[in-house]
């Protein structure tokens, strides 16, 4: 059973930055998308930003030109730097992965495996 663990989460002010980590262990194939989703309190889950195995990303626009996701595969560990945090993107932050070919699609039922969360608080 493939296994994620995000890190990185903190609090910060408006304006500031964040880099999350997800580190995935027993997670194999030549397909595959890994994405950063959030979830606000009161709010479900909305997917960030997604990778492929070909490093093809995807972006919700809330996050473009501000939110960068990126993969260390050697190391086996997917980044999503957050630049201009806005408190609006507050929230516990996953990842997720799946076994997949084709675009990777930001929705929650697209994915089998998730991470615990960490929490990300941007105050004004």
């Known amino acids: 059973q493939p296994q994620l663990a995000e890190s990185g989460g903190g609090s910060v002010q408006d304006g500031e930055s964040l880099k999350l980590s997800c580190a995935v262990t027993?997670?194999?194939?030549?397909?595959?998308?890994v994405s950063w989703f959030r979830q606000a309190p009161g709010k479900e889950r909305e997917g960030v930003a997604g990778?492929?195995?070909?490093?093809?990303?995807v972006y919700a626009d809330s996050v473009k030109g501000r939110f960068t996701i990126s993969k260390d595969s050697a190391k086996r560990i997917w980044y999503l730097q957050m630049s201009n945090l806005q408190p609006a993107d507050t929230g516990l932050y996953y990842c997720?992965?799946?076994?997949?070919?084709?675009?990777?699609?930001?929705?929650?039922?697209?994915?089998?495996?998730w991470g615990q969360g960490t929490q990300v608080t941007v105050s004004s």
């Open positions: 027993r997670f194999y194939g030549s397909g595959y998308c």
């Open positions: 990778i492929d195995h070909a490093g093809i990303t």
């Open positions: 997720a992965a799946v076994p997949a070919s084709g675009t990777c699609h930001l929705t929650v039922d697209h994915y089998n495996y």
